[in-house]
């Protein structure tokens, strides 16, 4: 343990390697990009606990109410829920090329995938905004205007208006969590049309690339135990 | 060693170049600054103006409780109070205290690295925080709110009309205030480590800095999407914790304890942080037992994920499941237990230099260990459904937090006073302070217990007048509370114009930020430290010292 680690730190010059995006508090550019990445996993792991509370009461509820869920489900499109997922899904592809691009110094490439991607994503959230109005319409919002009756077991109405509570809680903190990714596409594609990204920097496009992608995920478990649970 | 041709930072002058506070003075120098120094200094002001705003609150209620009749507040008024005082003292001081002000400061210092990782992130988490105080004090000027800190639904959802919604909303972007300085502290103790500082020479200050981190970034979130939905309930008129729907109100309280009970790690951790940094400084010793006292702040974080349900033992729960969790309380003592050991035994044939910072840690150990103990009590099932919601309870938690998180929060202050500003403190003003909060603090609580035993309910303005000679007892403790509490800020802030100058090192301790010029200069360190020695190596270290004294 006397040992004394030898560091790369040491032996780059300060003055050698002044990349301009090299933050002052970092010894060089390879430090810089571990921590930003770890930072994102640190926060990813904070967003799993985040919707894991959700999640958690959800289970519980699911178990105690399992007619009023199922009911609760069919009023759920799947087909949509389907496409949307697909949607999503390539999402997340264009979100990992642009990494690539970023990365190989691809410039008008990267700055193409992230518009794909947050066309895809805008295409989401506005399908999510067509079935929220059409559930409202129906009056299914959670409330004052929940008018809605199920008619052959009117004993399942308040459980599926607690389904709802449970659907509009879900969906639209993914939604919002969708709407600050897409605000920060905008912000990393204006960089990458700069020509900030380079194989020596490009961690900032990779941590985005780790948000959407963890957002994506919680859709994959939110479609299933949403519209699929009958 | 191999160390010997390595240039060793401790014992060479820094040269004296501006420092942290004269590059700038202008306000939005302040304001828009990301050197975590100034963020800390920045949450220092922060969170004693907080402290001293959640202790008028403490301090109208003790008045209120002079007298068994109601007289001075009304039931309401004072229902808002004790609301108010819990959520300044729990979410506005306590939570960010020891964290935001001292780990901001010292932590990046203590590593070696010249910023935290991500300082522009740490200045948002200032501004959070602010954000946040800025809805509690909104809130105390409209009319406050009155369901207890802890937003107990289905009162504070359905039927309390004050003003609950921005109150949760308060508490809920503070929380990501929190987390965000968890995540900064994370990540520097991964990443920002000085060439040399491995896992096992960090300062035992790190790795319960890194322990309280964890348990912020894991709990705190369960906290924010529990009020999310409080929130959400309040808006819409219905919500999952409505029993007319089919709702539990019961999940409420354990979401919400899933939360608060690490979030009670989340307080006493950084404490402990400061109680060993301070123990082996003023015995000039190697904290005893470094690895079990390392290992136990990570044992803390994960047991305290485990406990939440004691508060619950008398909502409804079952009785199997009571077992369990009262069997799981038990365990939560006994890695707090080999921390109070190991510092002891530490002091153990020392030559203990009695400086305030160290009375503090005294006071810090003795009460610290009477917070627990009754805890045991309360983690005890059979014990806790005669003591529960009363002012037993009240006392158990205040000699956790007050005699154990705010003493260790005075030992810092005083202890990296000379660091942060330059200046000593007067020594003779801060021994009589420190002594005054340690009579006032015994003189407030102790009756507490006495008084919770025999049948006093917590959260009412009037009681039984048998009680009342132990509640004058108490309130005659708060008085003196308050004036070891205010001499601080007259004194300290005297020291800041006319206190002896500190030179870097005035307390002979072996620390990386004892090693820099008081105050620091802007990047903390004029060449990055390369670090050779294991922690708290004072054999070692006091001899270097004498040896380049002798050159
Ligand atoms: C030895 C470890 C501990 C054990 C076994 C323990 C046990 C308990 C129990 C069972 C209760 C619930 C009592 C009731 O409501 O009837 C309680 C309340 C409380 N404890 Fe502890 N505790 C411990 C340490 C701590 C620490 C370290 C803190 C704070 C830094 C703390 C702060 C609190 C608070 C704030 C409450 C009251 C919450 C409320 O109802 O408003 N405890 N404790
Ligand atoms: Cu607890």
Known sequence: MSDITVDSREETPHAHHHHPFLQHHFEDLGQQHEASTLGMWVFVAQEILFFGGIFAAYAIYRTMYPEAWSAGAHHQNWFIGAVNTAVLIGSSLTMA???????TSRRMLTVWMLLATLILGSIFVGVKGYEYY???????????????????????????????????????????????????????????????????????????????????????????LLYLSH | MTSQTLHDVRFSEPPRTRNY????????????????????????????????VGGFFAFMMRLELLTPEGDLLTSDTYNKFFTLHGIVMIFFFLIPAIPGALGNFILPIMLGAKDLAFPRINLLSWYLYTIGAIFGVYVIVTGGVDTGWTFYTPFST???????????????????????????????????????????????????????????????????????????????????FDPTIGGDPVLYQHLFWFYSHPAVYIMILPAMAVISECVAAFTRKRVFGYTFVAYS???????????????????????????????????????????????????????????????????????????????????????DVHVHDTYFVVSHFHYIMVGGTVMAYLAGIHYWWPKITGRMYPEWWARLSALLVFVGFNLTFFP??????????????????????????????????????????????????????????????????????????????????????EAYDYPAFLKAMRETQHV
């Open chain 2, 158 to 240: 359905q039927y309390s009309n004050t003003k609950v919604f921005a109150t949760t909303l308060g508490a809920f972007i503070t929380g990501f205030s929190s987390i965000l300085t968890g995540l900064n502290f994370i990540v520097t103790t991964h990443r920002m480590r000085a060439p040399g500082l491995t896992w096992f020479r960090l300062p035992l200050f790190v790795w319960s800095m890194y322990a309280t981190s964890v348990i912020i970034m894991l709990a705190t979130p369960v906290l924010a999407i529990t009020l999310v939905l409080l929130m959400v309930e309040r808006t819409l008129g219905v919500g999952i």
């Open chain 1, 97 to 103: 090329l642009a990494v690539w691009a970023a990365q």
């Open chain 2, 21 to 52: 506070l004269n590059v700038d003075y202008g306000v939005f120098s302040w304001l828009l600054t990301r050197d975590h120094k100034r963020i800390g200094i920045l949450y220092l002001i922060s969170v004693t103006t907080m402290f001293f």
């Open chain 2, 448 to 533: 507490q217990f006495i008084v919770g035993y025999v049948g006093m309910p917590r959260r009412y303005h009037a009681y039984a007048p048998e009680f009342q000679v132990l509640n004058v007892l108490s309130t005659a403790g708060a008085t003196v509370l308050a004036v070891g509490y205010l001499l601080p800020m007259i004194y300290l802030i005297w020291s800041l114009f006319y206190g002896r100058k500190a030179g870097s090192n005035p307390w002979g301790a072996v620390g990386l930020e004892w090693a820099t010029t008081s105050p620091p200069p802007l990047e903390n360190f004029h060449e990055t430290p390369v670090v050779t020695w």
């Open chain 1, 134 to 224: 059409d559930h409202i319409h129906h009056g299914l919002l959670p409330g004052q205007s929940f008018t809605y009756v199920h008619a052959e077991n009117p004993a399942l109405t308040p459980g599926i208006q607690l389904f709802m509570v449970f659907y509009f809680s879900m969906t639209g903190l993914h939604a919002l969590h969708m709407i600050v990714g897409a605000g920060l596409l905008l912000w990393f594609m204006y960089r990458a049309w700069r020509g900030d990204f380079g194989p020596e920097y490009y961690a900032p496009v990779e941590i985005m690339g780790l948000y959407w992608h963890f957002v994506d995920i919680v859709w994959i478990f939110l479609f299933p």
């Open chain 2, 297 to 383: 702040s990570l044992a803390i974080a994960f047991l305290s994920f485990l406990v939440w349900a004691h508060h619950l033992f008398v909502a409804g729960i079952s009785l199997y499941s009571a077992m369990i969790f009262s069997f799981a309380s038990m365990l939560v003592a006994v890695p707090s237990a080999i921390k109070i050991f190991n510092w002891t035994a530490t002091m153990y044939h020392a030559s203990v230099s009695w400086q305030t910072p160290m009375l503090y840690v005294m006071g810090f150990i003795g009460l610290f260990t009477i917070g627990g103990v009754t805890g045991l009590f309360l983690g005890a099932l059979g014990i």
